[in-house]
Structures are given as structure tokens and as C-alpha cells.
């Protein structure tokens, strides 16, 4: 008798039992009874395929272009600003955007400066209302340095000094335009000097006020025995007699004005007290003694120079030549005046641009 779970069959050489599953489903692996479902090759692949990580992008940027240096646009910069007063200087740099092209122009090819030997210096010179100093620059074609020494002159001073420019810090330093910056270059191949100043102006602070005057009343100063300067033929003096409760200022011109009569006039005019009318004479005399005394030491300091001077020296000086550059006029930059006048000791320039 066979068992709800077997059957009887007879296989030919008798009979046997087998069980049989009676919901005919096959049965469980294992002894837990439960199912495991066997996964496709498909679904392998697709299991064992990472997908991409996502990658965080950044919003794009335009892209920012910076202009070249020009070759020569620092070099009005570079120029010391001779006789400036400290305290305009960086409004002379930065308070304007000025244009020197003319300037960097002038030294390439074709240009009137192109070649040469150059030494550079700058004035600041001030606007017709007076409000803004206009920085110039200008370049002294010479094949030598114009000089190693600096004038200073003032109402305030009574004479005239010309001092060595070391003892005021300055100096004809070589400049290196930009394309040849971190390279090695020989001093003899420069060709463009720069009056530079090695005062520190935070040091400023430390100085006489004296010492601070000087650099303020300081020009560049030339000497061209060729050239006769007008100073050696002048017939004027700066007065300043002492007086109290301040000096009394004037000028006094021994060709044109009687002594008497300009004494006279400033009494008249309440500008001298009568009391010191004879010792204001004797002031005034002595004054001019000295001056026609210099006039005539420096015109014979001139006569001897050349002739003690060689052919090549006498040719370098007779070729030298002046250039005053201003930056180019624009709507940006205040309005302004040019002129050929340099200073007192460098006179005219040859050419304005």
C-alpha cells in the first residue's frame, strides 16, 4: 500500500515506491525549503556595469585678456621728476592716466631718437590754473652724461649752490625696456639713461627742513662752454635784506635802475624803513660787486674749458641736443600749455613733441 506522498510503478523487473511532490512543484535544494532565483547572464552584466558618477561643472567664465607691456611705458616714470615737492608726487604718477606714446615712439625705428644715446630726466610743471602738475619728460641726445651735478635756486636762498648729484641722491641710472628685463645685458649697450633719486620719502620725516628744500628747488643742471648763457650776461641780482620783521625781497638791475631812486621808491612805497636807507645802499652794492664778479669768473671759466678742450669733446658738445615730450592731450586728462623753456641752466629745448 503506498503512502499519500508514493506510488507504486512497476519498472519491468517488479515493483518500487518513489516519492512524488504532490503540489508537482520540483523540490527545494538544502534543507530550509526556500527558493533562490537564478539570475540571467543579462542580469549579471547589467549588476556588474558602474554607472558614470556625475561630474559637477562649473559655470563658464569669459575669459579675461590683459594687454602687453609696451616696451618703453614705464619710462616717463622712471624719469625723476627733478624740484617736485614730495608731497604731489604720487598725484603727478597715478591721479591721471598719462599718454607718452610720442614719448616711446621717438626711440623706435625711424624715430628721431632711434639708436642714439639718451639720458632722460622730468619736470612737473603746473597746469594754467595751477591745480595739476603736468609731468614732462626730457631727453638729452649726448653721447656722455649732460652732467653729474644739480643746481639749486630759490627766492628763500640768497645764492645760488651747484652741488654733486650724489649729495642729493641722485644718480644716471641705465634703463632696461621690458623685452630685455631678467636677461643679462652688457652697460655698454644701454642705451637710455634715467635721472633716478634714491630718496626714501618715508625717511623724510628725519630730514631738516633745509635738507627737504633742497631736493624741492633742485634742477638739472648743464654747462655748455659753447653756449654763452644769458646768466653770464645778466644785470640783475636777488635782494634779500635782512630786515625786521621779515627780509625784504626785490630785484635790483645795475644797468637800468639808479640806486637812488629805487631806495627812494621803496621808502615811498613803505617797503623800507628810511632809517635803514644807507645800509640797504650799501647791501644793495655789495650785491652787485659779487654778481659781476661771478659773471666775470664764469665767462673766463668758459674761455679756458675750451680751450683745453680736445676736437672730440668740442664735437660731442656741439651736437648735443634737447627734447621736451608731454603726453598726448585727451578728454581724460586736464588741459595744458607747452613750452620750449626747459630751466635756467639747460635753456630752450631744440624740439618740442
Known amino acids: 500500500m503506498a503512502l499519500p506522498n508514493q506510488k507504486i510503478v512497476d519498472n519491468g523487473g517488479g515493483t518500487g515506491t518513489v516519492l512524488v511532490n504532490s503540489d508537482k512543484k520540483k523540490p527545494a535544494r538544502g534543507g530550509g525549503g526556500g527558493k533562490r532565483k537564478r539570475n540571467t547572464k543579462k542580469e549579471a552584466e547589467k549588476k556588474d556595469v558602474k554607472k558614470p558618477r556625475a561630474i559637477r561643472t562649473r559655470p563658464q567664465q569669459e575669459t579675461e585678456y590683459f594687454e602687453d607691456k609696451r616696451n618703453l611705458e614705464d619710462l616717463w616714470k622712471a624719469a625723476f621728476p627733478v624740484g617736485t615737492e614730495w608731497h604731489k608726487l604720487d598725484a603727478v604718477y597715478n591721479e591721471f592716466n598719462w599718454d607718452f606714446k610720442t614719448l616711446e615712439e621717438a626711440f623706435e625705428e625711424g624715430g628721431i631718437l632711434y639708436g642714439k644715446k639718451v639720458f632722460v630726466f622730468g619736470i612737473a610743471e603746473p597746469t594754467i590754473e595751477g591745480l595739476v602738475h603736468v609731468p614732462t619728460v626730457v631727453a638729452v641726445e649726448s653721447p656722455f652724461p649732460p652732467s653729474d651735478k644739480i643746481g639749486v635756486k630759490s627766492v628763500q636762498r640768497v645764492e645760488e649752490e651747484i652741488v654733486p648729484m650724489k ?19 652688457d652697460r655698454m649697450n644701454f642705451q637710455i639713461f634715467t635721472l633716478g633719486c634714491t630718496q626714501r620719502r618715508s625717511a623724510l620725516r628725519h630730514l631738516k627742513e633745509d635738507r627737504i628744500k633742497m631736493f624741492e628747488y633742485s634742477l638739472p643742471y648743464f654747462y655748455n662752454p659753447f653756449v654763452e648763457h644769458e646768466l653770464d650776461h645778466s644785470t640783475e641780482v636777488d635782494i634779500v635784506f635782512p630786515s625786521e620783521p621779515a627780509p625784504h625781497f626785490c630785484v635790483f638791475d645795475w644797468k637800468y635802475d639808479k640806486l637812488q631812486e629805487f631806495v627812494d621808491d621803496l621808502i615811498e612805497g ?11 645802499k650799501e647791501f644793495v652794492k655789495e650785491q652787485v660787486r ?16 675750451i680751450e683745453e678742450m680736445s676736437e672730440e669733446t668740442k664735437e660731442a658738445f656741439q651736437s648735443i641736443k634737447f627734447y621736451k615730450f608731454y603726453p598726448r592731450p585727451s578728454p581724460h ?16 629745448a631744440h624740439q618740442v613733441l
Open 167 to 185: 649729495q642729493m641722491k641722485m644718480d644716471w641710472v641705465p634703463y632696461i625696456p621690458f623685452e630685455n628685463r631678467g636677461k643679462q645685458v
Open 270 to 280: 613803505e617797503l623800507l624803513a628810511a632809517e635803514k636807507k644807507d645800509e640797504f
Open 290 to 305: 659779487a654778481a659781476k664778479k661771478a659773471n666775470r669768473e664764469a665767462r673766463e671759466a668758459r674761455e679756458k674749458a
Open 333 to 348: 586728462v586736464p588741459r595744458f600749455e607747452t613750452s620750449s623753456i626747459i630751466n635756467r641752466y639747460y635753456g630752450r
